[in-house]
């Protein structure tokens, strides 16, 4: 059934998604915060920074927030996570959505200072129930899914029946959705996983090699598991696409910026210098600190995080720091998670 | 405290390990099945294959089996998985090994047609009990820490003091070990690793990109837990380094033997034709059907084992599994196992 589908952001994302949804046979507009742009966009059907983008005739473009909604009975949130509140804000202002309108979140991040998740800045701006809230996360580079490159992703809710509207909406042959029912979960993983990617880079600038890399990834997927249960997370969303998924793809990747942030500071870069170097937002960056308060006013030791830590923002020398966590006492490897007993980990 | 360690196969594994031993401060007596191959790595301390490697004086090498064992606490099995069981038995032969002797396998991989695991071989043949065997696996690639790259691995056992035995033995510090109770499981991560990686190779023969590679590293995981839990391991066993962790740096490397082969049939050969290129064993093609087999029989959905088999065993071509991959129906992310109720998932 063909829906009417805003997109409220026009970064690569949220136009990919866009044009996806379109592909779809559903009717799409997609608003772009800035007027001059939006009319470019309109015109040459594509963005610069992705040129394979080739959106389709039924997507419309505009400027216009409250025109953008109206009618609509979904909302996709694609704005930077730093821009969320205040684009919601002025939607609000304007009329706000209609009820019964769906809202998705496909913007991973927190919000600065109150590390408020997506979810909760969409409840609280636009006053929407959780059951008409959903999440869409998992590993997904833009340029890939452009190229109709496969990918799997996941749509988590509260709500089944939005979880499975949403998988049904975005799947396509190329783009495989799972549903998911931890939207919490899943939200946390797309926001931790920067931090293990600055740490990963830093390895990299730092000459290691694989087996580094896999221990820190495997070690930081241990510390987001931990972390993430005592936050109210489900253990398995952790060890999912959302989660050790996204990781991978964010480690791995030579376009994730966070891992360039990390690469730079690996080979020698203070944190400030580094910081100067990137031309776009380093999540991870302002995720660490808040990460690793929570992990300590949680009592949920995380070493790993305790280092990238004092690397960003202490001026810790980063082969001490490697040093150090070589140089723990090194307990059994999973300490309060391997409590469950036997039989109850199994189905 | 030293002790007196015999390091039965002198691979590129074994030597690492048995110079990773004596640099530690143990006396260690390194078996290599040729005698020839025996004197030359005595005299020129170094393996062709491994330039890096450089053997200190402390190791003693020998192609005699029973001299090997003689007087030692410790027996490490590094032999390839397929020689493990004739190895054991020719020394079963000369007068086996003095009660007391623990014995750690390095060795990953299952026995041929028996699907054995390496420490089944070892109880069988040397008639060792479970408290005197121990496993050592993770994500190790002999190169690297021969070059002391930073590396963690566990060491798993259902003796706890025999893995803190292990862990103590070889922890150095570049080398960092976790101890672990599930042998079981850990010794499945390390075999069933080998067909996702086989997998990775495909997509990467087949150019796709990131967010495939990343899809069927996220899904071969939730394969290898859900059929790993139902055969005895333990959950988090398939999440940590010697299951995520592994599976990471193999579906990565370059060098993997798995993804090598994958890549080859991802690029157009028969499984016949890019068996034949392989100078060495590639483990994952015999893995898969046996997997395979076992799930069916288990009834664990693994659809992603069922196409690496269509593949390597019926000729199916990989484009036509990709999209039947992505055809089937979604469900949500976790089946089986996400029947485990939120609260017995935390602490």
């Known amino acids: 059934m063909s829906e009417k589908i805003a997109v409220l952001g026009a970064g690569s994302w949220g136009a990919t998604l866009g044009g996806l ?5 559903h009717s799409v507009m997609l608003w772009e915060f800035d007027q001059q742009a939006a009319t470019t966009l309109r015109q040459t059907r594509t963005l610069q920074v992705l040129p394979d983008l080739q959106l389709s005739a039924g997507i419309d473009v505009t400027s216009d927030i409250a025109a953008a909604v109206r009618g609509r009975s979904m909302v996709i949130c694609a704005t930077p996570s730093q821009f969320m509140r205040s684009t919601l804000a002025t939607l609000k202002n304007q009329g706000g959505i209609e009820s019964g309108t769906s809202i998705v979140s496909v913007t991973k991040g927190l919000e600065d200072k109150t590390l408020k998740r997506m979810s909760d800045i969409i409840s609280e701006e636009l006053g929407a129930s959780a059951d008409r809230i959903a999440v869409l996360s998992g590993p997904s580079h833009a340029e890939e899914v452009c190229r109709r490159m496969p990918t799997a992703i996941v749509a988590a809710s509260s709500s089944t029946e939005l979880a499975q509207r949403v998988q049904h909406l975005f799947t396509r042959e190329y783009f495989r959705v799972y549903t998911h029912n931890d939207m919490l979960g899943v939200e946390l993983g797309g926001t931790l996983k920067n931090i293990f ?4 880079g830093i390895s990299d600038g730092l000459g290691l090699g694989d087996n580094s890399k896999a221990a820190i990834l495997t070690r930081g997927l ?22 050790v998924g996204d990781l991978i793809v964010t480690c791995m990747s030579k376009h994730s910026r966070n891992r360039s942030f990390g690469e730079k500071i690996g080979r020698g870069a203070s944190p400030r210098q580094a910081l100067t170097e990137m031309t776009m937002v380093t999540e991870g960056y302002k995720t660490a600190p808040a990460a690793y308060a929570l992990a300590q006013r949680l009592k949920i030791e995380c070493p790993l995080m305790e280092e990238i ?11 001490q720091s490697l040093r150090d966590l070589m140089d723990r006492d090194t307990p059994s490897e999973w300490r309060e998670l391997n409590t469950l007993p036997k039989e109850e980990s199994g189905e």
């Open 21 to 25: 949804l379109a592909d779809n046979g």
């Open 197 to 200: 990617a600055i740490a990963c």
């Open 222 to 243: 241990n510390e987001m598991a931990r972390l993430g249960v005592k936050m109210g997370g489900q253990l398995l969303t952790f060890f999912g696409l959302a989660g």
């Open 309 to 319: 830590y004092q690397v960003l923002y202490n001026d810790k020398n980063p082969r």
